[in-house]
């Protein structure tokens, strides 16, 4: 009998976590499970810039970003939505600037701090520190759906069901149940209450002349799409509201133009908003369960709570969550 | 009365000195200097002169349309790099003030070559004047995060830099707006020697690129037609410049990415781009950047960079018709940087324009070529 998997999500962690667990154990059966449709979801708008918050997941950064270089040599960026990004991330906080160095600076190539010629040159009223890097970008709507089109491939199964418990999906016949859910993972989990939202919005506008990201601190930036520019955004704690206003639009517009006023009087394509899956750290473990109904034995690895950083570090932490598949399951 | 009477004396000085200034083609070349020749007298408070800009072909039909202009500079002579200086400058300023309206794009991007040697005198031709310039280290070369797929059996160097596009289609017709908004006039008319200009004007500014020899009737021969070859393709993915040495590239554009090249020195024809020239073209191109196979090509063209030993910078005193005494500034021969050159040679033309002070070039202006009438088999073939 062929082991039957099951993923909770079909957002970035999801595809990701059943490619890999379909590369590691090739015969099995993944089913992967999601409730609301693709467009809808935290994975279809980001531009997905390689960056990492915090430096306890470089490691995850790291394998990422072979995998996105692989990506890069060899396929088009059209068709993986994956692109070679340069760009700069200015700051008055140059500490800040040098725990990015240490999250990433050895991960991404060209990795630099600007001098004064350089920053007074490039920016209209520069930060007091500048650096420089280049690394990949993997746009939600066009990386994920690549993401399935391999998974379609490996002919791993997609079904839509609103997945109230975890137990339910075991007792249907699912040995290991991987919990991809993002937000709602530690509600699926039921033992986690560490999951909360992080409000972000972000307008796309038609730029082709702009072809760097652009960042001043974390939450005043520009990152090119393959057809358009994001300008973005917002981090907003514990709000779960996804209407954008006008106060979101003046907010973002008002803080980048002053960064970069080049980009004063954008022709905005169109906007977006999403919930980020926050938490203080990733969750990726393995738990043994018994279903309430049947008593059947089935291990639920959970895999959730990526922050701003899932494109980033979802290809490394699906790496580890699938060794726990795949100990789950005796192999 | 005494009013009419002063109106009519300062009218009468202004008249008197306003200096009539000609340019001769409307290139990159032929606008950059225009607008030095405004830019240097707005800022030396001298009265501006009256500028008219003559062209003979359509702007589509010229090089400067078809130049993507990555700023990069080919030879690290002193002169040159002066030159890179002030038109790295003005890009800088550009884009800082207007974005991506001006044509100018700020872009960053990769070199790769067998020799070091050649990617070092890159770093010392302008190393110190773009942003970021670095040599890639090994593990970005060869290793399994490389950003190449290059074989690890080979000695391959390679360098990083940021700096700007400044692309003809939309960089020539930006420099031309400005400088209609200021008064220059344009007129379609084929001019065949400088001494018909020498009768109307106080200066006659030969920008006619590779017909600028034999314009100016003493240097035919010292100029020569490079044929060069660029593919547009649709790759908006592709946001960086990448080279392998200097013949086989492609750089990003706004609105496309250019493909390219071929450097045929002395060529002047096939005059369409041939089966062979994009078989050649994109085989290059594909083993440096495997992604690109079967990408979607767009348009392509031929071009003929304007070859010289060195830019033609240079003040003749010279005789028109009926015996008056004019002024020639010849402004012509960039080769294949002349993006990256051209506004920092237009500053160095504006000042002998002016006549003002050559204190920044003293000992760095190389030696002029000998005289060399010789006109080519080519100048009849390519000049329609």
Redesign the interface.
């Known amino acids: 009998m062929l082991p039957k998997i099951a993923v909770i999500g079909e957002g970035v962690i999801g595809c990701t976590s059943a490619l890999q667990i379909a590369k590691a154990i090739p015969n099995s059966i993944i089913t992967i499970f999601h409730d609301k449709p693709f467009e809808n979801s935290c994975s279809a708008g980001p531009a997905g810039l390689f960056r990492i918050d915090y430096e306890e997941n470089t490691e995850y950064g790291r394998a990422s970003f072979a995998w996105f270089s692989h990506l890069y040599r060899t396929t088009k960026g059209a068709e993986t939505g994956v692109k070679l990004v340069s760009g700069h991330i200015q700051s008055d906080n140059l500490e800040s600037l040098k725990q990015q160095q240490r999250a990433y600076g050895d991960i991404v190539y060209n990795f630099r701090f600007l001098d004064d010629r350089e920053r007074l040159d490039m920016f209209p009223s520069p930060s007091k520190h500048c650096i420089h890097y280049t690394a990949y970008a993997s746009e939600g709507n066009k990386y994920v759906p690549y993401l399935k089109s391999l998974l379609l491939e490996q002919k791993v199964e997609f079904q839509q069901k609103n997945v109230e418990s975890l137990d339910t999906i075991a007792d249907a016949g699912y040995d290991v149940v991987v919990n991809c859910a993002g937000l709602y993972g530690g509600k699926l989990a039921g033992d986690d209450d560490q999951c909360y939202p992080i409000r972000g919005v972000i307008l796309e506008v038609d730029a082709p002349w702009h072809k760097h990201f652009n960042y001043r601190d974390f939450t005043t930036f520009t990152i090119p799409k393959e057809n358009s520019v994001v300008i973005g955004s917002t981090k907003q704690d514990n709000r779960w509201d996804l209407e954008i206003t006008d106060e979101d639009r003046n907010d973002i517009l008002s803080r980048y133009i002053e960064l970069h006023p080049g980009m004063r009087e954008p022709k905005i394509l169109k906007e977006w908003s999403a919930l980020r899956p926050g938490r203080k750290h990733v969750r990726i473990e393995s738990q043994k369960r018994k279903t309430n109904e049947t008593g059947k034995e089935y291990t639920v690895v959970h895999h959730y709570g990526h922050g701003s950083n899932g494109f980033t570090l979802g290809w490394g932490t699906a790496i580890e969550a699938s060794k726990l598949v795949k100990k789950a399951l005796g192999l | 009365m005494l009013r009419r009477l002063l109106l009519l004396f300062f009218g009468g000085v202004f008249a008197v000195n306003s200096l009539r200034v000609a340019v001769v083609g409307e290139g990159v070349i032929g606008l950059s200097t225009a607008t030095a020749i405004l830019d240097l007298a707005e800022k030396e408070n001298i009265t501006a002169p009256n500028i008219q800009i003559f062209h003979h072909k359509p702007f589509e039909k010229i090089l400067s349309r078809h130049i993507a202009g990555l700023f990069r500079i080919d030879s690290g002579s002193e002169i040159n790099k002066k030159y890179g200086y002030d038109t790295f400058e003005k890009l800088?300023t550009l884009?800082?003030?207007?974005?991506?309206?001006s044509g100018v794009?700020?872009?960053?991007g990769h070199i790769l070559s067998d020799s070091k040697v050649k990617l070092d005198s890159q770093r010392v031709a302008y190393g110190s004047l773009v942003?970021?310039y670095?040599d890639?280290t090994e593990p970005?070369l060869f290793g399994?995060?490389?950003?190449?797929?290059l074989p690890r059996n080979t000695s391959t160097h390679g360098i990083?830099y940021?700096a700007y596009t400044s692309e003809g289609l939309r960089f020539c017709p930006f420099l031309k707006k400005e400088l209609i908004a200021k008064g220059v006039r344009f007129t379609q008319r084929r001019i065949e020697n400088l001494e018909e200009l020498g009768a109307e004007f106080d200066v006659v500014v030969n920008a006619a690129g590779l017909f600028g020899g034999v314009l100016a009737g003493d240097d035919a021969g010292n100029m020569s037609p490079i044929r060069g070859v660029l593919i547009r393709v649709d790759?908006?993915?592709?946001?960086?410049f990448l080279y392998r040495d200097f013949s086989t590239i492609t750089i990003?554009v706004?609105?496309s990415v250019y493909m390219g090249t071929v450097k045929q020195e002395g060529a002047y024809g096939p005059n369409n781009v041939t089966f062979n020239d994009i078989q050649d073209i994109t085989s290059r191109y594909v083993q440096l950047q495997?992604?690109?196979k079967r990408?979607h090509m767009l348009s392509s063209f031929v071009g003929y960079r304007p070859g010289r030993k060195q830019v033609r910078v240079e003040k003749q005193i010279r005789e028109a018709y009926g015996q008056k005494k004019f002024t020639v500034v010849h402004n012509y021969g960039h080769g294949g940087n002349g993006f990256t050159l051209g506004y920092g040679s237009a500053v160095h033309a504006a000042r002998l324009v002016l006549d003002l002070s050559l204190d920044s070039y003293a000992g760095i202006v190389p030696e002029p070529l000998p005289v060399n009438s010789t006109v080519g088999d080519w100048v009849q073939v390519l000049d329609d």
């Open positions: 800088a884009w800082r003030e207007y974005g991506g309206l794009q700020l872009v960053s942003y970021n670095r890639l970005e399994p995060t490389s950003l190449f797929d990083h940021t790759a908006p993915w592709h946001k960086h990003p706004i609105d495997p992604s690109f990408v």
